[in-house]
């Protein structure tokens, strides 16, 4: 079957630096997804991991190690628009999609 | 700008009527989605289509919910008999195919059974 777990929610300080952890246990596992959904909004793409490794792009970096079944969102310089849902995602045999169930950031002043 | 489509946004029904959603996916995406997402189960998938055959419905509560694809433009989602339970956003999404092609989502249709 399929497990995804994530924190289900997270405070951080503006200006600061938050890590949001996500473990995996799916098969036919290709690649990691990490997604970002704002309040009654679609969720959007953030980043893909294939490879172990870091993947900077912008105040944004994703981790990911196959072997634990793990990987990380690295936001820093928070800022308040990032206050959002974080979704990462497992895409499997087929290049099928299945999600976590989020981790809901909050950021304050 | 390119992006995927739902119809109706929002939709209040009654339990026991049908409910049918739309979806029209980015052209040239040859990979649908349907996703359910509620507070306590997140984003559940419903089924998953590639060139519009199913290859995953097995999420799907095959007794009262259907997917199809019937052209390359549109996919639908119904619910027949729609029950309290169902209450939820539906989002369709598309994408490439291929791995790490990401998925776009559409604006979702927000369904309330009453």
Redesign the interface.
């Known amino acids: 079957g399929q497990n995804i777990d994530q924190p289900t929610e997270m405070t951080a300080t503006e200006g600061a630096i938050v890590q949001i952890n996500c473990t995996y246990q799916t098969s036919g596992f ?2 990691l ?1 990490w997604y970002q959904q704002h309040a009654g ?5 953030l980043s ?1 991991n ?1 490879l172990d490794g870091l993947e900077e792009k912008g105040r944004f970096s994703s981790f990911l190690s196959r072997s634990k079944g793990y990987s990380y969102l690295l936001l820093k310089e928070l800022q308040m628009k990032d206050s959002a849902s974080y ?1 990462c995602a497992a ?1 499997n045999a ?9 981790t809901r950031l909050m950021v304050k002043p | 700008d390119a992006r995927v489509t739902q119809t109706p946004r929002d939709k209040v029904t009654e339990m026991g009527q049908e409910v049918t959603m739309r979806c029209q996916p980015i052209l040239g995406h040859n990979t649908v989605f349907w996703y359910r997402q509620t507070m306590m189960q997140g984003l559940e998938l419903l089924a998953y289509f590639r060139n519009r055959a199913p290859l995953d419905d097995s999420g799907m509560p095959k007794d009262r919910f259907s997917a199809e694809m019937p052209d390359a433009t549109l996919a639908t989602l119904k619910i027949q008999p729609s029950e309290p339970r169902d209450s939820a956003v539906y989002f369709c999404a598309s994408g490439l195919g291929g791995g790490g092609t990401e998925a776009f989502f559409g604006q979702g249709t927000r369904l309330t059974v009453v």
């Open positions: 290709n690649g997804f909004e679609a969720p959007t793409f893909y294939v979704l895409d087929g290049n099928m999609l299945t999600f976590g169930g989020g």
